[in-house]
């Protein structure tokens, strides 16, 4: 299975895994409890998703020195660390499934397929201000919906509107840095950066908080 690894700091990596074949790789270093979970999920390609995820915070692990602690979920559905160190993030999407991990501070990920039907739902989670700058390119609107599920997931609270509580500022098509900030909510006026790739037909982005 390949990957892609990033070292982005001393204190920060992620890791992109291509998804591949059933049980090509072991999953033993799970924890009891992550074995359970993953037992529980019957769809073949969820599994298989949830599976890579894992091996994609393994690698990045690796590549920090530090070993696999087990994940839970929390109450709103982020991952925290089972010794209650470091900060992870995880996204998966058809083919691809990646992750990030930061020794001290919060962290977002995600990946999604450029498909050009996210053009007709811009309206759902852009604010008028962001479709006012967004080219009517599905790269260009991708790129902002994966923004905001990046700045989503390293807030990782429930309750927080794409629409009415993220705001983009401007960027073009061959940015790779986007700025935002979630508004109007208890963590209104933290701004974010969110770094941008494109791999193939997905658009991936990340930030640390
Ligand atoms: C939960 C949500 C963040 C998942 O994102 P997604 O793009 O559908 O799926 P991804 O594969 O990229 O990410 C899935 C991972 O997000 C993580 N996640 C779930 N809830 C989370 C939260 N509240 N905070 C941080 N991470 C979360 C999980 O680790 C999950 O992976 P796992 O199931 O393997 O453990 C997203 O669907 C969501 O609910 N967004 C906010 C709701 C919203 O406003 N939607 C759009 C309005 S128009």
Not at 16 to 44: A, C, Q, T
Request: hydrophobic share 40%; net charge neutral; aromatic share 10%.
């Amino acid at each position: 299975m390949q990957t892609k690894i990033e070292k982005i700091d001393a204190s920060s990596a992620l890791a992109v895994k291509i998804i591949g074949r059933p049980d090509e790789e072991p999953l033993d270093f799970l924890s009891f409890r992550e074995k359970l979970s993953y037992n529980n999920i019957s769809h073949p390609e969820k599994r298989r998703e949830w599976a890579t995820a894992r091996l994609a915070i393994q690698e990045a692990l690796k590549a920090l020195q530090l070993p696999y602690p087990g994940f839970f979920k929390d109450e709103h559905g982020k991952s925290q660390s089972m010794n209650g160190q470091g900060f992870v993030s995880l996204t998966h999407t058809p083919g691809f499934a990646g992750a990030i991990f930061h020794r001290e501070q919060p962290v977002g990920i995600d990946m999604d397929l450029i498909r050009e039907k996210i053009l007709k739902i811009g309206f759902r989670f852009l604010d008028n201000s962001e479709l006012d700058f967004l080219e009517n390119d599905p790269v260009h609107y991708t790129m902002a919906w994966s923004a905001k599920e990046s700045i989503f997931k390293c807030q990782g609270k429930r309750g927080v509107s794409f629409r009415e509580n993220i705001l983009l500022e401007p960027f073009g098509i061959q940015d790779s840095i986007i700025k935002g900030k979630i508004r109007g909510t208890d963590f209104a006026d933290h701004h974010y950066h969110i770094q941008v790739r494109k791999l193939e037909n997905v658009i991936l982005t990340y930030t640390i908080w």
